[in-house]
């Protein structure tokens, strides 16, 4: 199983950006996002069930991004709005058979910068 996360990059406090991670293999129905600030411990930031139907966000996070999936592709998706300073981390997307997702998923991806300038 190889997760492909994509989608990073430099955006501006307030700006937007989509997450994008691509499974391939036999891979865990469940899916998710964490991040890892500098100095900081990683966060499950959202997790989505396999049929979408149960959706977890971070507290820090409600209201502004939103996870999705594509199981005709293979496909999770994150939307970042209102992006904000703290925001700033490496991403991961993840798979694991468990839900929620355990704090170590089976399945990581190689992680996507994420830098919110102001």
């Known amino acids: 199983v190889q997760l492909q996360a994509s989608g990073g990059g430099l955006v501006q406090a307030g700006g937007s950006l989509r997450l994008s991670c691509e499974v391939s293999?036999?891979?865990?129905?469940?899916r998710g996002w964490f991040r890892q600030a500098p100095g900081r411990v990683r966060e499950l930031v959202t997790a989505?069930?396999?049929?979408?139907?149960?959706?977890i966000y971070a507290d820090s996070v409600k209201g502004r991004f939103t996870i999705s999936r594509d199981n005709a592709k293979n496909m999770v998706y994150l939307q970042m709005n209102s992006l904000k300073l703290e925001d700033t981390a490496v991403y991961y997307c993840?798979?694991?058979?468990?839900?929620?997702?355990?704090?170590?998923?089976?399945?990581w991806g190689q992680g996507t910068l994420v830098t919110v300038s102001s």
């Open positions: 993840a798979a694991d058979p468990y839900w929620p997702l355990r704090t170590n998923p089976a399945y």
């Open positions: 293999g036999r891979a865990s129905s469940n």
């Open positions: 989505i069930t396999w049929n979408g139907g149960q959706t």
